[in-house]
C-alpha cells in the first residue's frame, strides 16, 4: 500500500451523526490512519433546501472522484414524495453488494451469548434491484401495482462477490436465501444464478433454504451459517433480524460495494432524541469504518482499531443503550478515548479474522458513458399477452363481454384477480379486488397485433398494464395463474 494519503469523502448525517462521526474520526486520527477526509453536504437539511436527491452537485463530484462515501445516518423527509438517500446512493452508484457482519460481542449481553452460543454470520444482500425500484403504479383508487425486477447480471455481481468475499476470509459455507417456490421466475432465477457460481468455488459448501425457514432456523441455530446471500427485500429483513441476535443495529457494520464506488455507513437510526447530548454509541460507524479500512488495504490500522474496540467493550465501558448495568455508562467522546487508550491492544475472548486480499484500492476511473449489462442472445416469440384492467364486474361478466369482441382465433385464457384464477375454474368463493388480470394467447402474432387488439378492448376494459407472453429458447418465461 503506498504511504500516500487517500481522501475519502465523509458526510456526517442526520440526528446523533455529526457526533459519532466525530468520535470516530478522532480515533482513526490517535491510531494515525492516512486517510484525508472531504466533508461533504448530504442529509435531510440538504432536501430542506430543495437538493431533490438530498445532495449538493459538489457532494456527488467528491464521491465520484474519490470512490468512497463514509457516511453517518441520514433521515428522510416524510410525506414529501422522495425517494430514501440512503437506497439513491447505492443505486445512482451500482453499489450491488451490501454486506453486513453479525457477530457476538465480549460485554454485550443477548440471548445467545447468556447461552453459550456464538454467532457469527454474514449476510449479503442485493442492493440494486428487486422492489427497492420503487416502480410503483395506482391502477385506481383500491388496487396499487409494485413491480419486481431480477436480472441474471445482477444476480451474477452479487452471487459472486459473496463467494469470492467468502474464499478470502476463510468462510467453508455460503447459503442461498429465497422464495423460489413462490416467485419461481425472480426468485428461481436468482437460486439457479447461485448454483451456477457456487460449481466455481468447489471448496464452499453451498446449499439453499427458504427465506421464511432462514429466519425460523437463524432464531433457533444461528451457529449454523456463516454466509447468506439473499434478494434485496429479503436480504434487508434478514440482517435486521440477524443485528437483534448480536444486540441490535447499533452493533451493524455495513458495506455497499460496487466496481467504482463503495459506501460504508451506520444503518441504525438518526435518534433525534439523543442528538446533541453526546450519549450516542459510535459503534456501528466504528465498524463500518474498519471494514472501509480493510476495504482501502490498510489492514495494520483496522486490526489495531477494532482490537481496541472490541478490547474495551470486553473490559465493561460502554455507553447507556448496551452493557453490565452495574457499572456506570460513559458518553460518546468518553468511550472514543477509552478505545483510543486501548490502541494497542486485543480481546481475550474474540478472534481477529483477518483477510487475504491485500489488494490496492483503485480510484474509480469515470467512464466515457453508462454501460450496459448486455445479457445471452436468446430466441424470443411472442405466445401472447397479459392485460391488467380495473372493473367492479364479476368475472363472468367480464368473460362474456370480452368474448364478445376478441377474434375467434385469439383464445381467452383465464381472468385472475389478485394471481389468482377466477374464470374459468375459479371458486365462488374467492373475493375480488377491481384489480383484474386477463390472458390471451394466439401464437405467430407480432407485437404490433397485440397492441391493435389491445387498443380495440380498451374499449371493453379500463386496461392500465400491459405484459407480453414470451417463450424463451423454447422455455415458458411467464408464471401460472394460482388454482391452474
Known amino acids: ?53 438530498g445532495m449538493t452537485p459538489e457532494a456527488m463530484q467528491s464521491i465520484e472522484r474519490n470512490g468512497i462515501l463514509y457516511k453517518g445516518p441520514m433521515e428522510t423527509p416524510k410525506g414529501k414524495g422522495v425517494k430514501s438517500i440512503n437506497v439513491t446512493a447505492r443505486k445512482v452508484w451500482s453499489t450491488y453488494a451490501n454486506r453486513r457482519h453479525f457477530r457476538t460481542l465480549e460485554g454485550v449481553d443477548t440471548v445467545y451469548s447468556k447461552a453459550g452460543i456464538p454467532i457469527d454470520i454474514t449476510i449479503v444482500r442485493e442492493n440494486i434491484e428487486d422492489t427497492y425500484g420503487g416502480i410503483e403504479h395506482m391502477l385506481s383508487k383500491d388496487v396499487a401495482l409494485s413491480r419486481r425486477f431480477i436480472t441474471r447480471q445482477g444476480c451474477e455481481q452479487v452471487i459472486r462477490f459473496a463467494f469470492e468475499m467468502a474464499k478470502k476470509e476463510g468462510f467453508k459455507k455460503v447459503s442461498c436465501g429465497h422464495k423460489a417456490n413462490i ?39 444461528p451457529q449454523d451459517f456463516e454466509v ?13 433480524l440477524c443485528a437483534g441476535l448480536v444486540g441490535g443495529l447499533g452493533f451493524a457494520p455495513s458495506t455497499n460495494v460496487g466496481d467504482n464506488i463503495s459506501i460504508f455507513e ?12 453526546n450519549i450516542a454509541n459510535p459503534t456501528s460507524l466504528l465498524m463500518s469504518g474498519i471494514m472501509m479500512l480493510r476495504h482501502l488495504g490498510l489492514l495494520k490500522e483496522a486490526r489495531a482499531i477494532e482490537g481496541a474496540l472490541l478490547y474495551t467493550i470486553e473490559s465493561g465501558v ?86 364478445k369482441v376478441l377474434p375467434s382465433e385469439t383464445k381467452l385464457v383465464s381472468l385472475t384477480n389478485r394471481g389468482t384464477v377466477v374464470w374459468p375454474d375459479g371458486s365462488v368463493y374467492t373475493e375480488c379486488s377491481t384489480g383484474y388480470g386477463v390472458r390471451l394467447t394466439q401464437k405467430g402474432q407480432s407485437k404490433s397485433f397485440w397492441w391493435s387488439l389491445t387498443d380495440k378492448l380498451s374499449g371493453v376494459i379500463n386496461v392500465s398494464s400491459t405484459e407480453f407472453l414470451n417463450r424463451i429458447d423454447g422455455q415458458r418465461a411467464y408464471s401460472v395463474g394460482q388454482g391452474k
Open 318 to 403: 460502554h455507553t447507556g443503550d448496551f452493557g453490565d448495568r452495574s457499572i456506570p455508562s460513559v458518553d460518546t467522546t468518553a468511550f472514543a478515548k477509552a478505545i483510543i487508550g486501548n490502541l494497542g491492544k486485543l480481546p481475550s475472548n474474540i478472534t481477529l479474522r483477518e483477510t487475504e486480499d491485500r489488494s490496492e484500492f483503485h480510484l474509480p476511473v469515470r467512464p466515457d458513458h453508462q454501460r450496459v449489462m448486455i445479457g445471452h442472445t436468446s430466441e424470443v416469440e411472442v405466445e401472447g399477452i397479459d392485460l391488467f384492467f380495473t372493473s367492479e364486474l364479476t368475472a363472468n361478466e367480464i368473460a362474456e363481454q370480452l368474448l
Open 183 to 221: 416467485m419461481k421466475l425472480t426468485d428461481g432465477l436468482f437460486l439457479d444464478v447461485f448454483y451456477e457460481i457456487a460449481k466455481e468455488y468447489p471448496n464452499i459448501q453451498a446449499d439453499d433454504v427458504i427465506v421464511d425457514a432462514l429466519c425460523m432456523k437463524l432464531v433457533q441455530s
Open 266 to 277: 451506520a444503518v441504525h437510526g438518526t435518534a433525534p432524541d439523543i442528538a446533541g447530548k
Open 228 to 240: 447468506v446471500v439473499l434478494t434485496n427485500l429479503q436480504g434487508d429483513i434478514v440482517s435486521d
Open 1 to 53: 500500500m503506498s504511504t500516500e494519503k487517500l481522501t475519502i469523502s465523509v458526510a456526517k448525517g442526520d440526528g446523533i451523526g455529526p457526533e459519532i462521526m466525530d468520535a470516530v474520526l478522532s480515533i482513526f486520527n490517535a491510531a494515525e490512519v492516512p486517510l484525508n477526509y472531504e466533508v461533504i453536504g448530504m442529509g435531510k437539511s440538504y432536501y430542506d433546501q430543495g437538493f431533490g436527491n
